[in-house]
């Protein structure tokens, strides 16, 4: 049966004082991007209405309502910052993955080329074993450069000869074109490649928590179904919304993630709280006075 840890704090700290050495089987983290800016979502209550505000599918119209906002700050003061924050982290990350296990880095095009030179560092280039492109389609496009619609994800093996791969749970994609490949295997479909095409998380679903920078559930149970086995421990220190932890839990996997931000924890709570989430910490003054519900 798995188990699901959420602790709130400084994650450096925690994975120091609560996380043994090589306990861990999968890791995923995805950090700030350093963007400069300040992430926030809104949520919208959309309702068909004739005299709405909002235009959609056929013509029909629709009036929306603000709900609660979320936010966090994307900023450090320099790129040497940015740097010296993740490097820490990388290194205790290295410490705690299980020597079979995998270590999966979540980043986008402007941080990424520096941060594979630090995790090279680490684990050594041998244990590179992809960059994984996660493509998408929304939001604006720029009319002066190629906008960009992808997110960047780093993969690396503690002993690239020795690592969790599970190709038959791997999901299967549709044929582009599937007259040319027979009935059969357009019914199978093929396996994925290193650019996976998923839809952002839609803004209407059932999916949608509301937390800015949220990702989709459909890549994060690629990942845990191929590069883990039921029963293994995953860890998230930057869990954001949960998604990694709930990809864990309906894979029967055991999750630690951990946060150091109350919208983060609090949807951690709500959404996993099927599953047994269990609040750790040594001093939950803040919790309390930030009022955790």
Known sequence: MSTHQLYYGDNLTILQEYVPDE????????PPFNTGKLQQRTELKVKQDAQGDRVGFQGRTYRTTKGKSTHYSDKFESLDDYLQFLRPRFEEAYRVLHPNGSF???IDYREVHYCK???????????????????????????????AKHDNILWYAKTPKHYIFNFDEMDRIPYMAPGLVGKEKAARG????????HTIV????????????QKPLGILNRIVKVHSSPEDILLDFFAGSGTFGEAAALHDRSSILVDNNIPAIKCIMHRLALY??????????????????
């Open 23 to 30: 306990s861990v089987n999968l890791i995923y983290i995805d």
């Open 104 to 106: 999966f880095l979540h």
């Open 117 to 147: 030179v630090i995790l090279d560092e680490i684990f050594g280039r041998e244990s590179f074993m992809n960059e994984i492109i996660w493509a998408y389609d929304y939001g604006g496009r720029a009319k002066s450069w190629w906008p």
């Open 190 to 197: 093929k396996t994925p490649t290193d650019v996976w095409w």
């Open 202 to 213: 839609s803004t209407n679903g059932s999916e949608k928590t509301g937390y800015p920078t």
């Open 276 to 293: 047994g989430i269990q609040l750790v910490n040594a001093d939950y003054t803040a919790l309390q006075t930030q009022k955790i519900e």
